[in-house]
């Protein structure tokens, strides 16, 4: 069975519960991650007696409502009733076509956002720098590997634009175990990608 997914309104959606995921993340840095991104923010949903439920991603769609944006959602379609057919014939429900997508974005300038327990002194930014950004420089694009790098004292943020595969485990599990590093020996990490630095240690996470 393929992947179906949609964009949809993110106030059609009913939040039942949220899950340890959804809490691993602190909402307030989730939502500036996404205001500053063009890529929707997803959930998993299913259709039951007409109204579409979600059971993943519940924290995304508080952060969809908040930003005023549309939601991207993955359905179940084996949890869902028989009117799922009727919710896809809906207006405000537009499909995609996820392996068109996949195929056509295999890599993305993605925004990769840091908050910190205290700002970055001088000599900690040189090291972020070096120590964070250098993945990125591997990756053999003709683009330019980091773009839009900043530093916001009042906020303890570093940001950056990068040049960042869809599908690079490899990259990611570098990513995290120098950003691990820093925080351990440097500076604390307190969210990276609006998610609470410390759940990244964790192996899983249930929901």
């Not at 207006?91 to 056509?104: G, N, T």
Request: charged letters at 25%; proline letters at 5%; a negative charge.
């Amino acid at each position: 069975m393929s992947l179906l997914v949609v964009i949809v309104p993110a106030e059609i959606l009913e939040i039942v519960d949220e899950t340890p995921t959804d809490r691993s993340y602190a909402y307030e840095d989730l939502l500036y991650l996404h205001s500053k991104s063009e890529q929707l923010p997803a959930a998993s949903i299913r259709v039951v007696q007409g109204q579409a439920v979600v059971f993943r991603g519940a924290i995304f769609v508080r952060v969809a409502r908040g930003l005023q944006k549309p939601i991207r959602a993955v359905l179940d379609e084996e949890g869902s009733d028989s009117s799922l057919h009727t919710f896809l014939e809906r207006a405000d429900v537009r499909k995609l076509d996820i392996r068109e997508i996949e195929s056509e974005y295999p890599v993305a300038r993605v925004w990769h956002v840091f908050r910190f327990e205290r700002a970055l002194t001088e000599a900690e930014t040189s090291l972020f720098v070096d120590q964070i950004c250098s993945p990125f420089d591997s990756l053999g694009t003709a683009m330019e590997p980091i773009s839009s790098l900043t530093f916001d004292e009042k906020n303890c943020r570093a940001e950056f634009l990068a040049i960042t595969p869809l599908d690079a485990p490899r990259l990611y599990r570098d990513l995290l175990s120098r950003c691990t590093r820093f925080s351990d020996q440097h500076v604390r990490i307190v969210t990276y990608q609006g998610r609470r630095f410390e759940s990244y240690r964790s192996p899983s996470l249930p929901g």
